[in-house]
């Protein structure tokens, strides 16, 4: 009896740690932005100086190099600009009452081999200093013209336009996040905001 209670207790181990390893996607965070272009190139004192200022984690105007699942698939993404409150450029598309709608302007460059085909507000989140994420939102603002909801860009081709998220009035957004594959890829960059 005891032999066979210990003989299902390994198996059930055993295909616990199966489980577990199969969920293990070995998904990342990213925030540390591109080294600035023009210091890679100067290899005087100029350029030691800016890695030292470079910030240690990615803030509005910095760039992150993420990627796909499918391979050759990589997009260098800007988070641009960002609007909060924003304000609805829709007199009938109005946030919740005790809400507000927060913008963010991404600009996604198609730095891989194959060509980039997606939804980019499915990939991005909103999180507030308490830790609270918010999905994006449909919705235009009079920041600027809204991310296109079918992008698809040729090896090379850029993207350009804003995210709308919905968040309580009293949240304090702290930072966003982008993945490509409308989230499922297993590289997330991040942007403090604050």
């Not at 030292?52 to 190099?65: I, R, Y």
């Not at 993420?66 to 109005?94: I, Q």
């Not at 809400?99 to 460059?109: A, D, E, P, S, W």
């Not at 996040?177 to 409308?182: A, G, P, V």
Request: overall charge negative; aromatic content about 6%.
């Amino acid at each position: 009896m005891h032999a066979r209670i210990r003989t299902v207790a390994v198996v059930a181990a055993a295909v616990g740690a199966l489980t577990l390893a199969a969920c293990d996607t070995g998904s990342t965070v990213v925030d540390k932005p591109k080294e600035n272009a023009a210091a890679q190139a100067d290899s005087g004192k100029d350029a030691k100086k800016e890695k030292s200022d470079a910030p240690e984690v990615a803030k509005v105007g910095d760039t992150l190099t993420l990627e796909g699942y499918e391979e050759g698939s990589k997009l260098d993404v800007t988070v641009v600009k960002v609007a909060d409150p924003a304000e609805s450029a829709d007199e009938f598309m109005e946030p919740a009452s005790g809400k507000r709608f927060v913008g963010v302007q991404f600009q996604l460059v198609n730095t891989g081999e194959a060509a980039y085909g997606d939804s980019p507000s499915n990939g991005a989140q909103v999180a507030d200093s308490e830790g609270q994420q918010f999905d994006a939102t449909f919705g235009d603002i009079t920041a600027g013209p809204s991310m296109a909801s079918s992008l698809k860009l040729k090896p090379g081709a850029k993207g350009l336009g804003w995210i709308v998220f919905e968040v309580p009035e009293t949240a304090k957004v702290d930072t966003v996040q982008f993945t490509m594959d409308s989230g499922f890829a297993d590289k997330t960059g991040e942007w403090k905001l604050r």
